[in-house]
């Protein structure tokens, strides 16, 4: 019996991805190998040899320095679809060349350097062609983990507390053309903690903001989001750790507390008086641990926020991460610098 060649099955979206640095090689391109109705078509980098490289490895056919060469091709763009992960000025840029050209886009956060510029991009996203899909890479809220968390605390009512802390061992020094340290890690680790608040609990009526300096290159935000019917959201943002640290607590109306520590360790608690006790009660805790043998890809949300964009992108959206979303999430971080001191 001959050797048989198996190709994409009909249909496939040609991906294209636009900086395969670290964060791409580590957890975007292998979420995209195994996304089922995709094909990774074109690779783009600064770097020709980076690019190649990258394009060999993932088996992709097309690769180059130049990644409006994917959108401006005599025959029309090269690819359905672009996932783009480097600087918030390259998101920018390729999310206005390629909503204009037709060509959806899944964009790392931060999509854009600053809020005018973003407001700028939510227009060129309204004025897409129909079924251009903008989506904005959040993966906290897409992890299984987090959706676990939330499924189970659903039936206790809705949330009152939100506490978040996310902490790293970087920046340390300047990034993204931002001004300050602390701008740069508003910017990476402050817009995952101030999205995941905004789409559990809505825009705030109050936002209060203070900083500590930990030494003269590591620094500590608290931020405190207050809404007139008495919920509240507490966020830590620190590039004290020496590594990433994320802790999640969620209170529903009925007391029920669910606590995710870092994607892996999922913690339910609740009073002995409130609604439905008995399996749950007293000092009980109930505790669920991931297994090592399940992919984290799916775990910690990159796997399932590219399915998230594929799917929108099959049916000619919208996805549940636009840019338009984002802009309570820049102007919440606006004010956060204004009452800290921070440049962006």
Known sequence: MPIRRLTPGRGALRYGVVGPGGHARENLLPALAVLDGARLTAVAA?????AEEAARR?????WTEDWTELLDGPA???VDALVVAGSPEL?????ERALAAGVSVFAEKPPAPDTATLEKLVAAERAAPPGTVAFVGFNFPHGQSYRKLRDTLRPHGELRALDVRLVSAKPTAPVWGCATV???LLQGLGTHAVDL???ELGVPDRITARRADIDARRTAVRVFLEYADGRLATLLVGNYSNRLEYRCELVTGEGVVGLLDDFNTLTVARPADSPGAGALDGKETLRYDWPARRGGYGRTGYATELEAFHRAVVRGGPGDSPLSSCLEVYRVLDEVRRQTGARA
């Open 46 to 50: 600064r770097r020709p040899e980076a």
């Open 58 to 62: 993932w088996g992709a056919e097309l």
């Open 76 to 78: 029309g763009p090269a």
């Open 91 to 95: 998101h920018a840029d390729v999310l």
């Open 182 to 184: 602390e701008d740069s």
């Open 197 to 199: 608040a905004l789409r």
